[in-house]
């Protein structure tokens, strides 16, 4: 598969999981961790996966990801029915389409700043792999952080360098894991408020695990996770503005 195979169906939705089962084993058994998942994501939604910790929704975004194989049901994303694809073509989808944001940030240590963000582009042969990787380091605030190694670099600022890693593909779609679970509530703040502008300025899918209601509610629709079955409560009307009398 090369880049050209990895181009995205402009008439399906982005992300569509019709009766996504994963089971595991243990030594005890088999172990359901997703129940029969329906999940569809348009271009350009945000959506927030909230639910108890074990409920499944980690397993969810790997299977989105093509990290965890569906041990059932359908996972096309794109348009590419990813049970088709062996792992190499895989790997060329995520370099070409997906960025991903952990919560333990995942950076090599051996590797600047610079370099880190580099990285996805050099994989794809890009040319200006390093001039872009600093644009994106600018624009997340770490201009002057280029020659920086992780263990240098505060918390806030290690999840900077990971968003700037994630988007500096300009991918379709972006997966977050719990981005700010590591960090303290300002410098949080500090970086959910740059995820949001950068999935605004790059038009990207966003989709956002979170156990907290306040950052659920930031995106475009909020689904619950609960023992491996996915729900989504009815949206809440917003209230009809007031009428303005005159008098």
Request: proline share 5%; net charge negative.
């Amino acid at each position: 598969m090369n880049s050209s195979d990895t181009a995205l169906s402009t008439a399906a939705p982005l992300i569509r999981l019709s009766g996504v089962e994963l089971t595991l084993g243990s030594e005890a058994g088999p172990v359901n961790i997703l129940r029969g998942v329906d999940f569809t994501v348009g271009r350009g939604e945000t959506v927030s996966l909230v639910g108890p910790s074990g409920s499944g929704k980690t397993s969810m975004l790997m299977i989105i990801a093509g990290l965890e194989r569906a041990t059932g049901g359908a996972v096309r994303i794109g348009g590419h029915d990813f049970r088709k694809l062996d792992e190499d073509a895989l790997a060329l989808f995520r370099r070409d389409h997906l960025g991903i944001v952990f919560q333990s940030f995942h950076l090599i240590g051996t590797m600047t700043a610079h370099e880190n963000v580099a990285i996805p582009l050099e994989l794809a042969g890009r040319n200006d792999a390093f001039d872009r990787a600093q644009e994106m380091l600018e624009a997340v605030g770490l201009g002057h952080r280029l020659s920086h190694y992780p263990g240098q670099l505060s918390g806030g600022e290690q999840q900077r360098v990971a968003l700037a890693r994630a988007f500096v593909g300009e991918p379709h779609l972006v997966l977050a894991d719990e981005p700010t679970g590591n960090l303290d509530g300002s410098t949080g703040q500090q970086i959910i408020d740059l995820m949001f502008s950068l999935t605004e300025r790059h038009d990207t899918t966003l989709i956002l695990i979170t156990h907290d209601p306040k950052l659920a509610d930031r995106c475009e629709r909020v689904v619950m996770m609960r023992d491996g079955i996915l729900t989504e409560p009815p949206r809440q009307a917003k209230p009809a503005p007031k009428a303005v009398t005159a008098g």
